[in-house]
């Protein structure tokens, strides 16, 4: 795997230096502020990080604290995160959390799996990312691209976020978890697309599972 990350960051640094993702980029803005960090990941599902980081710089400039999210008017709410998808449920959800945070936590996030995964709306993916990235414990969030171009290269072969982390998590080098998500993230935002993926620019085509289907076919 730290072939395959160096193989990736040289790749995108040649291509063009790809932005931070959505999570990484409120990780330094927020210096990892755990509640930030925890509803910009739930604000992100579906959204692009674009819209995602216009949310949560819209909706932290006027509450700060889990009390305050808590006692807010879930229309305004609504209002702050327009931008995002399913920007209804998610308002209705993200109040839903702080009030829990704020009342059974003492308005601290958890920093464990399962406490976290008590929280309404928290899978896993949501789980690892705070994690990893409020954290800085060794987990391995898995979101489609993670999924996708674990299987594209042969890493793995699952048909589900869930199946795919935990094959990770028995192959990849534990100290190398933290870095997975991020550079999947940008790969799979930069080069290795969902539709149309730029082999050209990829340097993992000689052992790619995926290229070497698409080439054998063409």
């Not at 080098?173 to 993230?185: E, P, Q, S, Y």
Request: proline share 5%; glycine share 4%; aromatic share 6%.
């Amino acid at each position: 795997m730290a072939v395959i990350l160096k193989k990736m960051e040289a790749a995108l640094n040649r291509e063009k230096p790809p932005r931070l993702t959505a999570l990484r980029g409120l990780q330094q803005e927020e210096q990892g502020d755990p509640f930030k960090i925890l509803i910009g990941t739930i604000l992100s599902a579906r959204t692009r990080d674009e819209n995602t980081t216009k949310a949560v710089n819209q909706l932290f400039a006027r509450y700060r604290t889990p009390e305050e999210l808590a006692s807010a008017d879930v229309e305004d709410i609504k209002k702050m995160i327009r931008s995002i998808g399913f920007y209804n449920v998610k308002a209705a959800r993200i109040k839903q959390v702080s009030q829990i945070i704020a009342e059974k936590f003492g308005g601290q996030v958890p920093a464990d799996m399962e406490r976290l995964l008590e929280l309404p709306g928290v899978g896993r993916k949501t789980a690892n990312c705070v994690l990893v990235y409020a954290f800085n414990k060794p987990a391995i969030p898995v979101d489609v691209h993670v999924h996708r171009i674990s299987n594209r290269l042969g890493i793995v072969n699952t048909k589900t976020p869930e199946q795919t982390e935990i094959e990770l998590a028995k192959t990849v080098d534990r100290k190398l978890w933290t870095k997975v998500n991020d550079m999947f993230v940008m790969y799979g935002q930069n080069i290795c697309l969902p539709v149309r993926p730029n082999c050209r620019a990829c340097d993992l085509k000689k052992t790619c599972k995926y290229y070497r289907s698409i080439s054998s076919s063409s």
